[in-house]
């Protein structure tokens, strides 16, 4: 009997007492170390999780999302807005991409000319006699519904031949927002 009193009176309470301050640091680990963490690099070295978005994001368990810095490409950005864009006058994304007719329905300021040597998939755009014609790179002719799609290489020409009928840098997000809104 007195060997159970004393294993209630000093065990018991023992075992209570550790296992709370096992918690309690379980609890506290991760909170100081998400204080430390004050960029997406040391997010991700602690060994949170990364997060399938672009630019990827890293959480840690506060709640604090850090996003990985990516430097600016204004090609990119242009791309990428003007894809958004056109998706929401047009209503939808055409499975195959944009095609200079698409995008001038999309955004009435542009014009055949602007399209002039333009590189699309499997070929590039031409004015000929005033009318816009895709001029493909293969022997075959179109190969796929989506040749004359303007790619990445032809919308950075795109962008170009913009800034510089509207005399401005495609430098930075601001101006190429402005470039788009001349379209508009």
Avoid: H
């Avoid at 604090?64 to 810095?69: A, G, L, P, R, Y």
């Avoid at 430097?71 to 990428?80: G, S």
């Avoid at 002039?116 to 075959?140: C, R």
């Amino acid at each position: 009997m007195k060997k159970s009193v004393i294993i209630l009176i000093f065990i018991v309470p023992m075992i209570l007492l550790v296992s709370c301050n096992k918690s309690e640091e379980i609890k506290e680990i991760p909170d100081a170390n998400a204080n430390k963490i004050n960029t997406f690099e040391e997010c991700v070295a602690a060994g949170y999780p990364i997060m399938e978005s672009y630019p990827e994001q890293c959480a840690t368990p506060d709640g604090v999302t850090f996003v990985k810095e990516t430097a600016f490409d204004p090609n990119d950005y242009f791309f990428q807005n003007m894809i958004e864009e056109g998706d929401a006058v047009i209503g939808g994304r055409p499975i195959e991409g944009f095609n200079p007719d698409l995008y001038m329905q999309a955004f009435p300021g542009l014009t055949k000319e602007d399209f002039n040597n333009v590189e699309a998939i499997n070929g590039k755009w031409s004015l000929v006699n005033g009318e816009l014609i895709f001029q493909t790179i293969s022997d075959q002719g179109i190969i796929t519904t989506a040749d004359g799609t303007i790619n990445e290489q032809g919308m950075e020409t795109l962008l170009s031949k913009l800034s510089q009928k509207f005399n401005i840098p495609s430098d930075s997000k601001e101006n190429i927002d402005a470039i788009i809104e001349e379209i508009k």
